[in-house]
């Protein structure tokens, strides 16, 4: 499914266009896991359809078949630790060359991959970006290209993609390019950065939820100490 923009007069998102989108992502999800398991019984799991045109997944499933069998035309890999996969000659291949570290910096990859994304699916062509596990960097770019080419906020493409592939995490050194790119895009930002006292760090916000009982649960041994 293509996320269409649905404007209201002032040129803004209509106050119901995201909660269409996640309702109608259930059974999106549905229909694209049941057509993956179909193709690939074994490995369907990892291959996690983004929109029509883009799948996500890890290196593992970077192989000739699957290539051939999902007619995929542009692949897009996120891995430079990685060797080159066997490609056809006539396939687009763009390499993101970012090691999958907090301190790396994979902003100024946004804008080329997101346009090259946006390019292919144009002409009717099918993508697939992987990392080591399509978890990270790879999911980082699809944000990226979610937020310009189809005006989603950084919160709305998180759980866009999220309700995709339920594993993608990227680190929080990304997170904190995305979120300088989502303030680029639209002048403001609808993910913050929070410290956490699990971690003993600044993570996004959308994380810290994951976090939140073992965190209360420190708070309750911490108390009884005192």
Same mark, same amino acid.
């Given at each position: 499914m293509e996320v269409e923009a649905i404007v209201n007069n002032s040129g803004n998102f209509s106050d119901n266009y995201v909660q269409n989108i996640l309702d109608e992502s259930h059974n999106v999800t549905i229909r694209s896991s049941e057509l993956l398991s179909r193709l690939f019984p074994r490995l369907s799991t990892n291959l996690s359809g983004i929109t029509d045109n883009l799948i996500l997944t890890s290196a593992s499933n970077v192989n000739p078949e699957i290539l051939e069998t999902c007619r995929i035309s542009c692949v897009i890999s996120c891995a430079p630790e990685l060797p080159d996969p066997p490609l056809r000659n006539d396939l687009v291949y763009y390499k993101v060359d970012v090691a999958d570290s907090g301190c790396s910096g994979i902003f100024s990859y946004f804008d080329k991959a997101a346009n090259l994304i946006q390019q292919v699916s144009n002409l009717g062509g099918k993508i697939l970006i992987y990392c080591v596990a399509g978890v990270s960097r790879s999911a980082c770019i699809c944000l990226a290209y979610l937020m310009k080419h189809h005006r989603l906020?950084? #919160?709305?493409? +998180?759980?866009?993609?999220?309700?995709?592939?339920?594993?993608?995490?990227?680190?929080?050194?990304?997170?904190?390019? #995305?979120?300088? +790119?989502?303030?680029q895009l639209f002048g403001c930002n609808t993910v913050q950065m929070v410290y956490n006292e699990v971690v003993r760090m600044e993570i996004p916000d959308v994380y810290d939820k994951d976090y939140r009982h073992i965190t209360n649960y420190v708070k309750k041994i911490n108390n009884r100490r005192c």
């Open positions: 906020s950084l #919160l709305d493409a +998180y759980n866009f993609v999220k309700l995709r592939r339920s594993r993608i995490k990227p680190n929080c050194g990304f997170f904190r390019q #995305l979120i300088e +790119y989502e303030k």
